[in-house]
């Protein structure tokens, strides 16, 4: 928000009018980052225009080299060549490294990747003939091989940080030592050394393997679209649509911050950038309405965290999931349809119970944007997304649908926005900043793939799905409550895309043995890997948040647990009943009714959560019987929501039935107590 903004929001004759959040295009996960200048700007600026044009030619068939069928591995090479080695001079390599030039190391690192990326996408082609990843591989391939791997390492460390190298690296080395008797299930096939460069480097299941194809396939049209997005100005759309929609109700500038952080979160999926722009809007305004620092952060926290869950365009782990279940990026965006909504829904009654509790009341009316001004002035982004979604869902084009959207949101733009409009500055900027979000992603991604690799060659998978099974003793709740600790202790110190990779390889075939649906059981990995972005003692989103506040970190990392307790249950919901993501015989009539449930019982878990129960009132008019009733509502309202049968001992009926069992006297219990309450108050009141 700008200056005047700010001003004008204590002043309320003025209505106020919100500046574009994505003004400064702080896209990158990681913060401390060199601004390339002069020859090196300009060589990515080149390098990414390359990447796009090389993705659109594949994914369109365009043939723009005559005479010649680039093979898919060629063509995932050609991209590593292209931006892996700008992670060497976009991220440094210690905290103390210079920022306003490159070292000579940097360069070193710069030209191997380079060469070596070229000299294997040279080689690609004749290693698929000859089969070369099983063995018989040349020396020099051999080389370059332990070169690109040790470099991806490096640039693994650097863009994710050490927690993320320390977790990869053992597993990348481990098929060298795979046959160790101290493994125990982890014992495997082991390979020499030249076995494994050549597996890691030629075979299309690590380094190309499926995080990779991902990028290559379906993220660079996403990536675009978002910067895209963003560079046309709806950031400013969706915020000023926020506030002027949900502004005047009780808490109203929390509720803006969820429902903006929902609306940017579809266009990025990335839970900093997120935060860094949506937070700088909407958290000083919930300030000032009255919530405390450390709160305001943690609802800005909590509702950026679903940036990634948020349908049509999630985080690049969806795209690695969908590679994963080999279906379609449509199947995994429609099955994230009602986990997003729930996700929301839970904040949104979380933050309405807060403020009645407390009184904050909404903005009003005359210093909120008007609906009608917003939507006149931004009304091309809704065709835009209409374009997407139908191409996703109803053509089922999700390699395509990308770059036709943006197509049409550029000629939109340039026709009808003079504010917006694009110049051979902008692309350049556009460009920029999507080189750098490419090189983040490979540095990551190319780093994860040799993960799987290492789990390939040693075949352990399988003996481990049944060792867990054999842990867990064929409970189904039992594996599912190890595999969400795992998950959240992995994510405090992975990316959730590197912590999805992990489980989708160590635990998800064994809970898909137990009869578990496939993608119910990778929706639940993923799920539980992003709640670490809210969790102490990392929770990247809420110190992010916390600095925009002014408020402590760690206060606010415990603050986001309270406010998001609600998402903490919910992923085992979809997994009791794979309806909530849309699977099953009959998935729409089933999903929408088991939504309507878990939505009620959540109404419940949050008026017990906050102490303020919709249609009671505040539940310390209870007295002494606040805290039981409250705990009763929270047990009441989580029997409500969960769903019966399958793996459940009890049907939906007994189970609807045993909550509102709980429910209907606790509630009843509470508007006694608390309208007995509010007269004697008016009594004693002065």
Known sequence: MSPAASDSVAAPAQRVEFDDPHANMQEAEVTRVRALRGAWRWALVVATAVTILLCINQQFSLRFFIGYTQLNTEYFY???????????????????????RIPWYDLLLFVATFACAILLMRTVRKAAEAGWEFGGAPTYVIVAGVI??????????????????LSVLPFTVYPLFADAKWLGPFRGTESTLEQATAYHVLSGESLLGIPIQAFADTVIGFLVFGTALMMTGAGKFFINLSFAMCGTFRGGAAKVCIFASGLLGMMSGSIISNVLTAGTMTIPVMKKSGFRASYAAAIEACASTGAVLAPPVMGATAFVIAQFLNVSYADVALAAIIPAALYYVGLFMQVDSYAARHGLKGIPRSELPRVWDTIKDGWYYVFVIALLIVMLL?????????????????????????????????????????????????????????????????????????????????????????????????????????????????????????????????????????????????????????????????????????????????????????????????????????????????????????????????????????????????????????????????????????????????????????????????????
């Open 78 to 100: 050609l991209l590593i060549a292209l931006m892996l080695p700008f992670t060497f001079l976009i991220f440094p390599g210690t905290g103390s490294a210079p920022l306003d």
């Open 148 to 165: 690109m791997w040790g470099v991806l390492m490096e640039a693994l460390r650097r863009t994710g940080g050490w927690s993320l190298l």
């Open 394 to 686: 109803y053509f089922k084009r999700e390699s395509h649908a990308p770059f036709y959207a943006t197509a049409l949101l550029l000629v939109l733009n340039q026709l009808f926005s003079k504010e917006t409009r694009w110049t051979l500055g902008t692309i350049n900027k556009f460009l920029e900043v999507n080189g750098r979000t490419f090189v983040e992603l490979v540095g990551i991604l190319a780093g994860c793939g040799l993960l799987i690799g290492a789990f390939s060659m040693t075949g352990v998978v399988s003996s481990l799905a049944n060792d867990l099974l054999r842990i867990a003793g064929d409970n189904a709740l039992l594996l599912l409550l190890m595999c969400a600790f795992t998950s959240l202790v992995l994510g405090l110190g992975l990316t959730t895309t590197a912590c999805y990779i992990f489980l989708a390889i160590l635990v998800a075939p064994a809970l898909e043995k137990l009869g578990l649906n496939r993608m119910a059981v990778h929706m639940f990995i993923f799920y539980w890997g992003m709640l670490s972005s809210i969790t102490p003692p990392v929770a990247i989103a809420s110190f992010a948040a916390a600095g925009i506040a002014g408020s402590p970190a760690m206060k606010t990392g415990w603050e986001s647990m309270w406010v998001g307790s609600i998402i903490y249950f919910i992923p085992f919901f979809f997994v009791l009943n794979p309806a909530l993501v849309l699977q099953g015989s009959n998935p729409y009539l089933e999903g929408l009714g088991l939504m309507a449930l878990a939505g009620f019982g959540t109404l419940f878990i949050c008026g017990g959560i906050q102490g303020y129960q919709a249609f009671v009132g505040d539940l310390r008019g209870a007295g002494p019987l606040e805290w039981p009733l409250r705990v009763l509502l929270v047990i009441g309202g989580f029997v409500i929501a969960t769903p019966g049968g399958g793996i459940m001992p009890l049907s939906q009926w007994q189970i609807t039935s045993l909550g509102l069992a709980i429910l209907i006297p606790t509630v009843l219990v509470a508007l006694v107590l608390v309208r007995r309450q509010a007269p004697a108050n008016q009594l004693h009141t002065p």
